[in-house]
């Protein structure tokens, strides 16, 4: 089955919007100490315009990263420069056909983007690359979002929920919504449209909607995906804290595990 294409999903405005999005509040700090802590080079998957990856080749870390999205890439490269960085060496590719000549000591996955993985045999295979990708023992850590409780009893589509705001370059406005179209809870997967509209002064000037999903994951299973392609689960976090996920956490679990 065909769900979306994730390169465009994230080209066009999109990458705008990520490219103005620059907020490191919930997770900077967090992938920061995994990544210090384990010493060596770090892999940054789905790396989009950098928002954490520059700031941390900024503080003097050796971060490469990885996107499917060559217009993420591309703002990537134009905002390191602008922050007078050295270039980061960004690598075009699906993480689903990992392939780079380096191993490193963490691969991290932040924003939940594995869930952008949508087949099985293409999760499983992405794990795999992950795995060759990591020195032994180096670390892979990612979030997944908790969607089941978000979703259940809800009806579909959704209203629009405002997004993101953004001030292009050219001095118009940009204004991302999002609705949820569907929830199949049986394939555990969210079809979603996000609306990009450009506003010149407070003329609608331009409009498109694209379609994007994600699958979401229980805890049970990501351990078991996880120990399936030879990890080893070290811990899992609530909510980008340093405490043991549970019910009390409703936003996001932070998975911590090491290749065997
Ligand atoms: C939600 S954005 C997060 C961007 C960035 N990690 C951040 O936190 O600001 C998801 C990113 O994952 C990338 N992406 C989606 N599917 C991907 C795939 N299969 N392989 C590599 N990158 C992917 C998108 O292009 C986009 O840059």
Redesign the pocket.
């Known amino acids: 089955m065909a769900y979306f294409d994730?390169?465009e999903?994230?080209?066009g405005f999109?990458?705008e919007m990520?490219a103005a999005?620059d907020e490191k509040g919930w997770?900077h700090a967090y992938y920061k100490a995994v990544i210090l802590a384990n010493g060596g080079p770090a892999l940054?998957?789905?790396?989009?315009?950098?928002?954490?990856?520059r700031s941390y080749l900024q503080a003097g870390m050796d971060v490469d990263g990885?996107?499917?999205?060559a217009d993420?890439l591309a703002h990537c490269k134009r905002l390191a420069a602008e922050q007078d960085l050295r270039a980061p060496t960004l690598y075009h590719?699906?993480?689903?056909a990992?392939d780079i000549p380096r191993r490193y000591t963490t691969i991290y996955?932040?924003?939940?983007?594995l869930a952008?993985?949508m087949k099985r045999d293409?999760v499983r295979e992405?794990l795999c690359r992950f795995h060759r990708h990591l020195e032994p023992d180096g670390e892979l850590v990612f979030n997944l979002f908790i969607e089941e409780e978000q979703t259940a009893g809800k009806t579909f589509p959704s209203e629009w929920v405002g997004w993101s705001k953004a001030d292009l370059p050219d001095g118009r406005k940009l204004q991302v919504d999002r609705r949820v179209m569907k929830a199949d809870r049986i394939d555990q997967a969210v079809t979603e449209h996000r609306r990009y509209r450009i506003y010149d002064g407070e003329a609608l000037v331009h409009e498109e909607i694209r379609t994007g999903g994600y699958r979401w994951y229980t805890h049970n299973e990501a351990l078991w995906m996880l120990e399936a392609t030879g990890f080893r689960v070290e811990k899992v976090n609530g909510d980008y804290k340093d405490e043991p996920f549970s019910e009390k956490h409703t936003g996001t679990m932070v998975i911590h595990a090491r290749r065997v």
């Open positions: 994730e390169a999903l994230y080209s999109a990458a990520w999005y997770d940054d998957i789905g790396c989009g315009t950098g928002r954490l990856l990885v996107d499917i999205s993420m590719q699906p993480m689903q990992l996955i932040p924003c939940g983007s952008c993985v293409e992405t």
